[in-house]
T-cell receptor, first 113, second 111 residues
Framework: DTAVSQTPKYLVTQMGNDKSIKCEQNLGHDTMYWYKQDSKKFLKIMFS???????INETVPNRFSPKSPDKAHLNLHINSLELGDSAVYFC????????????FGDGTRLSIL | DQQVKQNSPSLSVQEGRISILNCDYTNSMFDYFLWYKKYPAEGPTFLIS?????DKNEDGRFTVFLNKSAKHLSLHIVPSQPGDSAVYFCAGDTGRRALTFGSGTRLQVQP
């Protein structure tokens, strides 16, 4: 009965590869997000989607491409991985209305060799 | 530019006592604030929130206070329990639905 689930939990890969992280929510939310937690532990917004439409794109390199096949899923595809992409990536979801909390998945730890 | 600051990286309290976690912000456009709790290898878990039109919100052992003039909020946990030991993040939202997080405070509750 996991609310926001991400796969895989760990991802180790070589520089230059392309990889995807999947996210699914069963909370009936209409908005989904990707955050990146960097080495200093700050969580920073990358993207948000509302009903499959991109509404926030926070100066993320275009090697990162979110894909939302339906409002319960928001996948993150990363091309040509670089060492600086190593981080923990968190998916979240919420209702679109104001003052609604976001609910997070358990994160995907991406390590670039 | 850190818009949300948690200046205490860690806090240790005795079980049963009050834990007070502090957060300062610089962005006047924040109109909604949230506290999250995070255990290792898990995602942040929503704890409590407060709208900028209020100065206090309470939920069980957790109370959040907002001082808009000082751009300061705090989370009080009473009484503290060992299971409360975790990293606590505060976050602000301008209405864009893009949360801006602080760097977190690690709370250790000693039995």
């Amino acid at each position: 009965d996991t609310a926001v689930s991400q796969t895989p939990k760990y991802l180790v890969t070589q520089m230059g590869n392309d990889k995807s992280i999947k996210c699914e929510q069963n909370l009936g939310h209409d908005t989904m997000y990707w955050y990146k937690q960097d080495s200093k532990k700050f969580l920073k917004i990358m993207f948000s989607y509302n009903n499959k439409e991109l509404i926030i794109n926070e100066t993320v390199p275009n090697r990162f491409s979110p894909k939302s096949p339906d409002k319960a899923h928001l996948n993150l595809h990363i091309n040509s991985l670089e060492l600086g992409d190593s981080a923990v990536y968190f998916c979240a979801s919420s209702h679109r209305q104001v003052n609604q909390p976001q609910h997070f998945g358990d994160g995907t730890r991406l390590s670039i060799l | 530019d850190q818009q949300v600051k948690q200046n205490s990286p860690s806090l240790s309290v005795q079980e049963g006592r009050i834990s007070i976690l502090n957060c300062d912000y610089t962005n006047s456009m924040f109109d909604y604030f949230l506290w999250y709790k995070k255990y290792p290898a898990e995602g942040p878990t929503f704890l409590i929130s407060i709208s900028s039109i209020k100065d206090k919100n309470e939920d069980g052992r957790f109370t959040v206070f907002l001082n808009k003039s000082a751009k300061h909020l705090s989370l009080h946990i009473v009484p503290s329990q060992p299971g409360d030991s975790a990293v606590y993040f505060c976050a602000g939202d301008t209405g864009r639905r893009a949360l801006t997080f602080g760097s977190g405070t690690r709370l250790q509750v000693q039995p």
